[in-house]
């Protein structure tokens, strides 16, 4: 606080966003949350992630290793890691916070790979029109169960809420992979609690330049893109979110989108 690296409150003249940066000049982290507009303490948590590595690797700049899906897994590793304690800080609702947050970062990693898979048939397909990027949307929207398959549409159009899809070409795609390294963490933490965060923290530390696989490799962990990791992942979540007790695969679908022309656009603020 008395050197000012970070500002939480809200106000007319402060943007209406969260992030944190490097003040290279300073050799500092700034942190920076409206929170007239983000006033879920998961966001700190989140936030505090890329904080801790830029205090780590000052004075050097962060932006010179700039590896989003890196810089990700610093933010939703320790999300996810501080969720142990969402019963103590949320009380009785905390179980059901620690749902949602489950859900949110699982919703991640299947819409980036939808919204990654639509990327690609666009550009790969020569002259592409309109209207079959539409009817590429509706059919992975029934592939990835955000769609029912007997929905008289033969196009669907939520593509185009993604603003990264127009300003950022495969960007999207970091969503999923980094969701699925941050859940590394998770995953060790249900054997080892202490152990996972000691697996983060030297995971934190590393320089970004090391490389998004080649990071875990050095800590001897799974590589978090392989299928059999991600196959593990499936099947823990499923147990931890009790999908067959909880609802219908109807509601179950409903739970990460009630509306399949709404796209995720990265609500993760970073």
């Avoid at 932006?63 to 019963?87: C, K, M, T, W």
């Avoid at 330049?209 to 978090?224: I, K, Y």
């Avoid at 695969?249 to 990265?266: K, P, V, Y």
Wanted: net charge negative; proline share 4%; aromatic share 16%.
């Amino acid at each position: 606080e008395e050197r000012q690296l970070y500002d939480f409150g809200g106000g007319e003249k402060k943007g209406q966003m969260a992030f944190t940066t490097s003040i290279s000049g300073a050799g500092s982290p700034f942190l920076f949350i409206n929170t007239a507009v983000y006033q879920d303490p998961s966001t700190i948590f989140h936030e505090f992630g890329h904080y801790y590595n830029f205090y780590l690797s000052q004075p050097a700049r962060w932006n010179d290793g700039n590896n989003l899906d890196i810089a990700e897994v610093h933010s939703q590793g320790l999300e996810l890691l501080f969720s142990r304690f969402y019963p103590e800080i949320f009380g009785e609702g905390g179980d059901e916070v620690v749902l949602y947050d489950l859900t949110f970062l699982l919703s991640n990693i299947a819409e980036g790979c939808l919204q990654d898979e639509l990327e690609q048939y666009v550009y790969a397909t020569e002259d592409v029109t309109l209207e079959q990027i539409n009817r590429k949307y509706r059919q992975l929207c029934v592939e990835y169960g955000k769609a029912d398959p007997d929905d008289p549409r033969e196009e669907l159009y939520g593509w185009v809420d993604v603003n990264h899809l127009f300003t950022q070409p495969f960007y999207y795609i970091s969503y999923a992979v980094s969701a699925a390294g941050a859940f590394s963490f998770w995953l060790d933490a249900q054997e080892d609690y202490f152990a996972a965060v000691d697996e983060y923290l030297t995971f934190a530390a590393l320089d970004t330049g090391t490389g998004f696989r080649a990071s875990f490799e050095m800590l001897g962990m799974d590589d978090p893109l392989s299928p059999s990791y991600l196959a593990h992942l499936a099947e823990t979540l499923r147990e931890a979110l009790e999908v067959e007790d909880r609802m219908t695969a109807d509601q179950w679908r409903g739970e990460f989108d009630a509306n399949c022309e709404c796209a995720c656009g990265g609500g993760l603020p970073f």
